[in-house]
T-cell receptor, first 114, second 111 residues
Framework: EAGVAQSPRYKIIEKRQSVAFWCNPI?????LYWYQQILGQGPKLLIQ????????DSQLPKDRFSAERLKGVDSTLKIQPAKLEDSAVYLC????????????FGPGTRLTVT | SQQGEEDPQALSIQEGENATMNCSYK?????LQWYRQNSGRGLVHLIL?????REKHSGRLRVTLDTSKKSSSLLITASRAADTASYFC???????????FGTGTSLTVIP
């Protein structure tokens, strides 16, 4: 079974630029999550999709972050414009259905904003 | 704000010893999960315990859950150097959303 795929693995941008991350979940998984993990901290949930609908985006900074999950499969997370404090690892995870089940994580994208 | 808090923040033990880490959370949950993260790598799911369960085992792992105290513990028996990693607890709400990770325990197993 293929795991969760993410790209790119690394990205370096200057502040005020925009960036996009892509995630392909495990086939058949209805729930997709985006997390932000700052060095030395636990992952922070940014947004949770159930199929192509948003079920929780309470911690997503909506003035600069946006995410979509077209057709309930792949997802993209965008930051525009980026700030220095956005430097972090962005993790994508998927689960069979909702937070009642274990999550499978991708390798993450390490973003550095200079 | 994040739901869980792990204790201790850091733990260093000799290979072969047992390691215990604790997690406290704030609100009612459907389940609690433990994850491991090796340095610079992604998270790996270890074990899930539901709110109606009190104890669960998986290989050298033993997890307990006390919903009255809103706490959980993870015991790793006969530790190995390969167990060196950060361990996170995460809670799933009763509504199926609002999944939160704790702050993590950094475990170092000395060969």
């Amino acid at each position: 079974e293929a795991g969760v795929a993410q790209s790119p693995r690394y990205k370096i941008i200057e502040k005020r630029q925009s960036v996009a991350f892509w995630c392909n979940p495990i086939s058949g998984h209805a729930t997709l999550y985006w997390y932000q993990q700052i060095l030395g901290q636990g992952p922070k949930l940014l947004i949770q999709f159930q199929n192509n609908g948003v079920v929780d985006d309470s911690q997503l900074p909506k003035d600069r972050f946006s995410a979509e999950r077209l057709k309930g499969v792949d997802s993209t997370l965008k930051i525009q414009p980026a700030k220095l404090e956005d430097s972090a690892v962005y993790l994508c995870a998927s689960s069979f259905s909702s937070a009642y089940y274990e999550q499978y994580f991708g390798p993450g994208t390490r973003l550095t904003v200079t | 704000s994040q739901q869980g808090e792990e204790d201790p923040q850091a733990l260093s033990i000799q290979e072969g010893e047992n390691a215990t880490m604790n997690c406290s959370y704030k609100t009612s949950i459907n389940n609690l999960q433990w994850y491991r993260q090796n340095s610079g790598r992604g998270l790996v799911h270890l074990i899930l315990i539901r709110s109606n369960e009190r104890e669960k085992h998986s290989g050298r792992l033993r997890v307990t859950l006390d919903t009255s105290k809103k706490s959980s513990s993870l015991l790793i028996t006969a530790s190995r150097a390969a167990d060196t990693a950060s361990y996170f607890c995460a809670t799933g709400s009763n509504t199926g959303n609002q999944f939160y990770f704790g702050t993590g325990t950094s475990l170092t197993v000395i060969p």
